[in-house]
């Protein structure tokens, strides 16, 4: 009958647990799977040889089919190639991967029932140790208080792209504790939260001279998260915030025709239209009716935040040519120009080789820094769900050295709350179909 299965509750009366980050084609999520086959058949083999008891399973749980596909591809097969790297080994213990897909093809990207279904997955895998995602901060409110009630002690996460402060600082009624139903946190993450990056974008809003903004969310966690934070800042910065409401004004993602909304946002003649929200809930549409109505990002700038990024689809679109995006973190570009010579150069270098191409988006790069913390905890473990994440949230926690950290300088996660303690935020553009850095924005 397997293990008694450990219920969700819902953090709060009227909370959405819905976040960030289509689908192309449903067929290409299989790719993910025949793309690790190889890599994962070599960790089972090499399993094979290694007394059962120091075999430890990790896994990914990312959306397979959706527009966030490319990057979260790249995730994978970034994570595949860095553990045949180190071997497979974290200290004493043998390593294999286990690859979850938290999306279904009725939703055309992460699902809600899926996230469920997968967490009561990794509870009942017993070799299952740490799990390496969400990339959708919804999924993961889903998915965190099940692993912290898990047999055998409290099972790890670790985010390469949870944006979301509720995850782990106050932000909404209830959180963070509510997603810790046993008081022991196991959840960390690699990047920065939204009141940061939301702050970033504001702040950059002010410095090319923008002075008045309407705020759009696609109502979701993510989305609503990365808006309040835009506009909170966006009105200490003196910029004439013209949407009203802390999140902005949402949009459906089901419509299919955005004309009456822009016309309605023309007549006020904003500087700029921040988009709060991820591409795969009628991103498209939108910048397309964004484009028709108020014309080109010369006209009236655009900006949006990392749920824009990594997305092939948009990039390509004449309507997102000159838009402003930001991200949680240091672009690939950036870590390559800070680090020249260092670990995250070296594995983007092997990446291409191996696969005949650059990672699609920054995530991947930040999925592979999530794994370091991972093994790191795991070497310092005593191979229990448990001991790894006391590694990662007692004593001196973890660090990732700059010279071995893939994002070019060292890397902590907090004790107390398991966020990173860098603040980094890259804003970039599109030009010619492609994100291009510009610079990184210190929050001030």
């Known amino acids: 009958m397997g293990p008694r299965p450990i219920i969700y509750r819902p953090p709060c009366p009227g909370t959405q647990v819905t976040g960030r980050h289509y689908m192309k084609k449903s067929f290409r999520a299989v790719s993910i799977v025949a793309a690790v086959a190889m890599i994962t058949t070599g960790l089972v083999a090499t399993s094979a040889v290694t007394n059962a008891a120091t ?146 974008a504001a702040q950059f809003a002010k410095s090319i001279g923008i002075k008045s903004v309407y705020v759009l969310n696609d109502t979701q966690t993510y989305g609503q998260g990365v808006a309040q934070a835009f506009t909170t800042e966006a009105k200490k910065q003196g910029l004439n915030v013209l949407s009203s409401g802390a999140y902005g004004e949402g949009w459906d993602a089901k419509q299919t025709d955005f004309t009456a909304l822009f016309t309605k946002i023309k007549a006020l003649n904003p500087d700029m239209l921040y988009i709060g929200g991820i591409f795969d809930n009628g991103g498209a549409q939108l910048v397309k009716d964004k484009f028709k109505v108020l014309g080109n990002n010369t006209a009236v700038k655009m900006m949006a935040p990392d749920g824009f990024t990594g997305y092939p689809d948009f990039n390509s679109m004449p309507e997102a040519d000159g838009a402003y995006l930001s991200f949680a973190g240091l672009s690939t570009e950036l870590l390559l120009k800070n680090a020249p010579t260092g670990a995250g150069a070296k594995f983007v270098k092997a990446y291409k080789a191996t696969y005949k191409k650059d ?86």
């Open 55 to 200: 075999v430890l399973t990790i896994s990914t749980d990312l959306p397979l089919q959706g527009s966030s596909f490319d990057s979260n591809d790249s995730t994978n097969k970034a994570i595949a190639l860095y553990l045949k790297q180190v071997g497979y080994k974290a200290g004493k213990y043998t390593v294999k991967l286990k690859i979850y897909d938290d999306a279904t093809a009725a939703k055309g990207g992460w699902d809600d029932a899926k996230c469920a279904a997968n967490a009561q997955a990794h509870v009942a895998n017993k070799t299952e140790v740490a799990v390496m995602g969400t990339y959708n901060s919804g999924c993961a409110k889903i998915i965190v208080p099940i692993l912290n009630q898990a047999p055998g002690g409290a099972m790890t996460m670790i985010s390469d792209a949870n944006t979301n402060p509720g995850l782990t600082k106050s932000w909404n009624p209830g959180e963070p504790d509510v997603y810790y139903p046993t008081g022991v946190r196991n959840y960390a993450r690699v990047c920065t939260t939204d009141d940061v990056q939301g702050a970033a």
């Open 359 to 444: 990672p699609i988006g920054s995530y991947p790069i930040y999925g592979v820094a999530a794994v370091q913390v991972i093994l790191a905890a795991i070497a310092k473990s005593n191979g229990t769900r448990k001991g790894v994440t006391n590694a990662i949230f007692s004593g001196s926690g973890i660090t990732i050295p700059a010279a071995q950290s893939v994002l070019g300088k060292a890397l902590t996660i907090s004790t107390l709350s398991g966020d990173t303690l860098a603040k980094d935020v890259t804003i970039e553009i599109v030009k010619g179909g492609q994100e291009t850095t510009l610079k990184a924005q210190t929050v001030k």
